[in-house]
């Protein structure tokens, strides 16, 4: 099957500094990538719709400058958590979607989730 | 009201035993929907698609209930592999006209020897 790599796996950091995670789709191309945080025992919440040449789109109550995202190519999808603070700690997790509605509007294609990233920040 | 919900469980069940749950869910309007199964500090992966009329893989029966607005996973002669955390997923429309994958927390499900 179709398959989302990310990277790092493991992260951790100092309170104020900037931490970038990395989403590629190795087989395929995805115009539309999605970011996910999941704390523990929770649900995953869609943080922003990456789309490839454009601007992300933020989900309600997440801070767009807060987390950068950059979506340069067919293959990467960015997340940058900037200034990070103990409270940023979280799964962070991408996905994207292969099949009938690739640019993920449909919906009905499956979604490859990457191997998540753990970020601890001190 | 969260768009999906989920009894967390766990559920402990003996090995072979049937193990069934349910997810419920808010928007009307959702057209697709999913179970997903999660392992501890793992990523999703997609387990199946429910359908309307209800589908089978295996061990595995999903049911869509629109009137109520539920979804249902049973799994019959569990397995010790079975043990994972299984995600409600659903597809919605929303108001800008673009679709949303909404998750429930998860329920767990623990099959001990």
């Known amino acids: 099957g179709a398959v989302v790599s990310q990277h790092p796996s493991w992260v951790i950091c100092k309170s104020g500094t900037s931490v970038k995670i990395e989403c590629r789709s190795l087989?395929?191309?995805?115009?539309?990538m999605f970011w996910y945080r999941q704390f523990p025992k929770q649900s995953l919440m869609l943080m922003a719709t990456?789309?490839?040449?454009?601007?992300?789109?933020?989900e309600q109550g997440v801070e767009k400058d807060k987390f950068l995202i950059n979506h340069a190519s067919l293959t990467l999808s960015t997340l940058t958590v900037t200034s990070a603070h103990p409270e940023d700690s979280s799964f962070y997790i991408c996905?994207?979607?292969?099949?009938?509605?690739?640019?993920?509007?449909?919906?009905?294609?499956?979604?490859?989730f990457g191997e998540g990233s753990r970020l601890t920040v001190l | 009201r969260k768009e999906v919900e989920q009894d967390p469980g766990p559920f402990n069940v003996p090995e072979g035993a049937t193990v069934a749950f349910n997810c419920t869910y808010s928007?009307?309007?959702?057209?697709?929907f999913f179970w997903y199964r999660q392992d501890c500090r793992k990523e999703p992966k997609l387990l199946m698609s429910?359908?309307?009329s209800g589908n089978e893989d295996g061990r595995f029966t999903a049911q869509l209930n629109r009137a109520s607005q539920y979804i249902s996973l049973l799994i019959r002669d569990s397995k010790l592999s079975d043990s994972a955390t299984y995600l409600c997923?659903?597809?919605?429309?929303?108001?800008?006209?673009?679709?949303?994958?909404?998750f429930g927390a998860g329920t767990t499900v623990t099959v001990r020897a």
């Open positions: 087989d395929f191309q995805a115009t539309t």
């Open positions: 990456s789309n490839e040449g454009s601007k992300a789109t933020y």
């Open positions: 997923v659903v597809n919605a429309p929303r108001p800008s006209n673009d679709y949303k994958l909404s």
């Open positions: 429910v359908y309307s």
């Open positions: 996905s994207a979607r292969v099949g009938a509605g690739t640019s993920g509007i449909t919906g009905t294609g499956e979604l490859f």
């Open positions: 928007n009307s309007a959702s057209q697709s």
